[in-house]
């Protein structure tokens, strides 16, 4: 199993600049330990994360790491042009030496996106899909010509190619037609912190009904903090498992109260989950001891390709140090 950090450019002190320079000391602390990936995220008209231009961020991270592989957390490819984005993609991976991972999503809950990306909630999924079967033929082949539902090109050949012959693809997604189209294209998977564990074992199950090898790269990304005890640990990582629990619980609340389909239903928790407890049960925080059996039992239970964790403090001497407990004191037992 490897280990990943999980990047959100958390904004915690109202300081852009100091939030997004904190990030990329975390992540230099994570190559300096030897961890072997660092994921970031997208998110968009959040004052509390700063990863609105994704690709620009891990620009940056290209040239200040050198070994750590660098992954999209993911592209939400319903609010972009494909044909962009694959320039965009091929790029990075020359500029990053090849060490580039390509995560893509469909967005959500929030509804802000699907409003001002003049996409609709329903339409998400579907256009990720198309996007990425335009993005595979555009990043490999010449004089692709694609005529879709959403996107359309003609003899289009687009330039640079990217360095590696064949960049690494997770798909974030527990639809049914999602996970065929990535058993079928042979891509990983990728879960965010609030997928359940019945959700991401279903959704190995599935893929591996269409496709037998491939999900045991699962990227599962999981809050973090590890301490001298329980209660440091969760004292410690609250506020911030609070603050992501009420901004995303007002999101999904918002997506209900707006939704034309009467059968909508609130998230669950054998899906997915905002609820405070749930997300502290769910995490890897708390003593050396309680964090190497949580993440025991997700490798067991998922056969897991990477665990990406997110540290969960407000202070960045803080998750520096509990990343470097981990490193000394867990990363070896598990």
Not at 40 to 60: G, I, K, P, R
Not at 114 to 120: C, D, E, R, Y
Not at 232 to 243: G, H, K, S, T, Y
Not at 292 to 300: E, G, L, P, V
């Amino acid at each position: 199993m490897k280990t990943g950090l999980f990047c959100n450019y958390e904004n915690y002190h109202q300081d852009a600049r100091r939030a997004i320079f904190e990030q990329v000391a975390l992540v230099k602390q994570a190559e300096n330990l030897g961890f072997e990936e660092a994921w970031v995220s997208e998110h968009h008209f959040n004052e509390l994360n700063l990863s609105s231009s994704m690709l620009v961020l891990m620009a940056h991270l290209a040239g200040v790491t050198s070994t750590i592989q660098l992954g999209t957390a993911a592209v939400l490819l319903a609010f972009h042009n494909p044909v962009r984005v694959a320039e965009d993609i091929a790029t990075l991976d020359n500029l990053c030496n090849g060490r580039l991972l390509f995560g893509v999503a469909k967005g959500g809950p929030f509804p802000q996106h699907n409003k001002h990306f003049a996409t609709p909630i329903g339409e998400s999924r579907i256009k990720m899909l198309e996007a990425m079967a335009l993005i595979q033929k555009l990043l490999y082949e010449t004089d692709v010509s694609f005529n879709g539902q959403y996107y359309q090109c003609d003899r289009l050949t687009i330039y640079p190619k990217p360095l590696q012959k064949s960049i690494p693809v997770y798909v974030a997604s527990g639809g049914d037609d999602a996970i065929e189209f990535a058993a079928e294209h042979s891509f990983s998977l990728m879960g965010g912190p609030p997928f359940s564990l019945e959700r991401l074992k279903n959704t190995v199950a599935k893929y591996r009904s269409f496709n037998s090898s491939g999900a045991e790269n699962l990227m599962l990304a999981r809050f973090f903090f590890v301490s001298q005890t329980n209660d440091e640990a969760v004292n410690e990582a609250l506020p911030f498992i609070r603050q992501f629990s009420q901004k995303m619980k007002a999101n999904a609340t918002q997506i209900i109260q707006n939704s034309s389909n009467p059968h909508q239903k609130p998230f669950d928790r054998t899906n997915i989950c905002f609820d405070e407890d749930y997300l502290l049960e769910n995490s890897i925080i708390g003593d050396v001891e309680t964090c190497r059996d949580r993440i025991k039992k997700f490798q067991d239970e998922l056969n897991l390709g990477t665990l990406a964790l997110k540290p969960s403090s407000f202070d960045l001497q803080k998750n520096l140090e509990s990343l470097t407990r981990y490193n000394q004191e867990v990363r070896n037992y598990v």
